[in-house]
């Protein structure tokens, strides 16, 4: 299924916060929403990502563009922009405010994006954004994590969407504090998902990661319109199998995030025309100990080329990835021309 030819596309480009805010000033490129990355957002359209930015970089800013009428609304704890085709949301909710643990908090926050995606006629969850404080920790027997998961799937089951083949691309990523945040992408064409074979879907771990299973797919394609496909890569990290490995080298977890990064890209291209190549894909870093980023930003500078689009749009963030093992994740977006194969 292909978006409308009357659908106004949807694109994204990455800028500093500051070009951001010099873009949307000018009233020709008022952006239809903005997810920042070291900044919080001002603006009625724009979401900031509560994660240190690294390596004295400025705060970077993903402006999306779609149609010239947009409305913004709220649905329970979700605020909302759409411009009839197209729903960017946004979730802050703290625990400590709400009085609820964590997995009665992401159920209700689940349930509630979902029921603002009925209302504005975007029934398909594209890509879902999720930072949570202290993710490793423990939450009264169950890491947060692992707590998180529980009420995320439930929603996704009881609101009937896709909890496990055909979840939408996601990641989760640790805060050192504030609220619990969420930020997705909704569309009213379904995405196409893509899993890794290096990999165990994550939606089919074994009850050792918690009672119940992360729910995203490895990467989703998306038609956006204008013949533009896009490729949302979730947040990969060193895992093989459903295992972590290379705990404690470093190196070693970079290279193998690069080889699952290139694996779900070959396995995307495999479902459409479209050709993408890690190279050409804006992605965000996250890090761990932030001692560690000058490493991870040479390293893949050798392997990805110091001029190359990736490494010119990289976001370096300051996070804990799901595993406490694990020294760093890597998500990305990219579009390029072609159509699905479904």
Not at 102 to 122: I, V
Request: proline share 5%; charged share 20%.
């Amino acid at each position: 299924m292909a978006v409308a030819a009357d659908v106004p596309p949807l694109r994204v480009e990455r800028l500093t916060l500051a070009q951001g805010l010099a873009r949307a000033a000018d009233g020709a490129h008022k952006p239809f929403a903005a997810l920042s990355y070291g900044a919080r957002g001002d603006n009625s359209w724009i979401s900031g990502v509560a994660a240190r930015v690294l390596l004295d970089s400025e705060p970077m800013v993903d402006l999306w563009h779609a149609g010239a009428s947009v409305q913004s609304g709220t649905t329970g704890v979700v605020r909302w922009r759409t411009d009839g085709h197209w729903l960017l949301g946004v979730v802050d909710l703290d625990e400590t405010a709400h009085g609820e643990g964590l997995t009665a908090l992401s159920q209700r926050a689940y349930r509630n994006l979902f029921e603002a995606m009925r209302q504005a006629g975007c029934p398909h969850l594209l890509r879902v954004w999720n930072y949570l404080p202290r993710i490793n920790d423990d939450g009264g027997g169950m890491e947060r994590y692992r707590q998180f998961n529980a009420g995320r799937q439930q929603a996704f089951l009881d609101a009937g969407q896709a909890a496990f083949e055909g979840a939408p691309a996601a990641c989760a990523l640790g805060v050192h504090e504030g609220a619990l945040c969420i930020r997705f992408l909704a569309g009213r064409v379904p995405p196409l998902p893509v899993e890794n074979p290096r990999q165990v879907s994550a939606y089919h771990y074994p009850t050792d990661y918690g009672p119940r299973s992360p729910t995203f797919s490895r990467a989703a394609l998306a038609p956006l319109g204008a013949g533009q496909i896009a490729l949302f890569i979730s947040g990969t990290a060193s895992i093989v199998g459903h295992e972590t490995v290379h705990v404690g080298n470093l190196q070693a977890q970079v290279a193998e995030t690069l080889e699952n990064l290139r694996a779900v890209i070959a396995a995307a291209n495999e479902r459409t025309s479209a050709r993408f190549t890690l190279e050409r894909s804006d992605p965000v870093v996250y890090v761990r100990s932030p001692s560690d980023a000058p490493r991870i930003r040479e390293q893949l500078a050798q392997a990805l080329g110091k001029g190359s689009r990736f490494m010119r749009h990289a976001v370096f963030l300051e996070a804990d990835i799901c595993r406490s093992e694990l020294l760093v994740e890597i998500e990305a977006h990219a579009a390029e021309t072609g159509e699905l194969r479904r």
